[in-house]
């Protein structure tokens, strides 16, 4: 079962909330990821947690936190948004980040608007 | 030059065209290549993975070409249901790991 899931699906903040952003995956994957996508653009990778320990940050602003509890969830803090950050949110899980043909499984994403 | 590009498009084809995409990558040491087709505000479905020797997948099929620097999707008999945005997708491990995202390219399938 390829299968991740996200909430919530849609959310919409103040810039002074504090909201957290959920997935979850049970494949038994080890590599955990949060992409940002705006309209009519790719994904941007932001974050990629590999074994729960975080390995990747691309540079993202200290207002997105990205936390692993386990091997199968993956939480995104937001606190004191701007409205530019209003985006899809996805969360993707694989195998592994390394090595060939692990694959990426996205799940359905957030959408987030910030007032 | 961007690291991965594609043809934006749109590609506009009757039902039961053939079309094909390519998509150019920048750093020859990459190391996997994927499809995926990504529907208006949906996620990115994954297409398939591309291997060195090519592979197919029903009326789909996916070439990596190492020495150029590309990967091509082949899409046969094409159907309505394939209207949709088509992503490559490059891992890169120089450096550390990159997952790199093209553009993507617009397909729309009319009757």
């Known amino acids: 079962d390829t299968e991740v899931t996200q909430t919530p699906k849609h959310l919409v903040m103040g810039m002074t909330n504090k909201k957290s952003l959920k997935c979850e995956q049970h494949m038994g994957h080890r590599a955990m990821y949060w992409y940002k996508q705006k309209a009519k653009k790719p994904p941007e990778l932001m974050f990629v947690y590999s074994y729960e320990k975080l390995s990747i940050n691309e540079s993202v602003p200290s207002r997105f936190s990205p936390e692993c509890p386990n091997s199968s969830l993956l939480n995104l803090h937001l606190h004191a948004l701007q409205p530019e950050d209003s985006a899809l949110y996805l969360c993707?899980?694989?195998?592994?980040?390394?090595?060939?043909?692990?694959?990426?499984?996205f799940g359905p994403g957030t959408r987030l608007t910030v007032t | 030059r961007k690291e991965v590009e594609q043809d934006p498009g749109p590609f506009n084809v009757p039902e039961g065209a053939t079309v094909a995409f390519n998509c150019t990558y920048s750093?020859?040491?990459?190391?996997?290549f994927f499809w995926y087709r990504q529907d208006c505000r949906k996620e990115p479905k994954l297409l398939m993975s591309v291997y060195s020797s090519g592979n197919e997948d029903g009326r789909f099929t996916a070439q990596l070409n190492r020495a150029s620097q590309y990967i091509s999707l082949l899409i046969r008999d094409s159907k309505l249901s394939d209207s949709a945005t088509y992503l490559c997708?490059?891992?890169?491990?120089?450096?550390?790991?990159?997952?790199?995202f093209g553009a993507g390219t617009r397909l729309f399938v009319k009757a």
């Open positions: 993707a899980s694989s195998q592994d980040k390394g090595g060939q043909g692990y694959e990426q499984y």
């Open positions: 750093n020859s040491a990459s190391q996997s």
């Open positions: 997708v490059v891992n890169d491990y120089t450096g550390g790991f990159k997952t790199i």
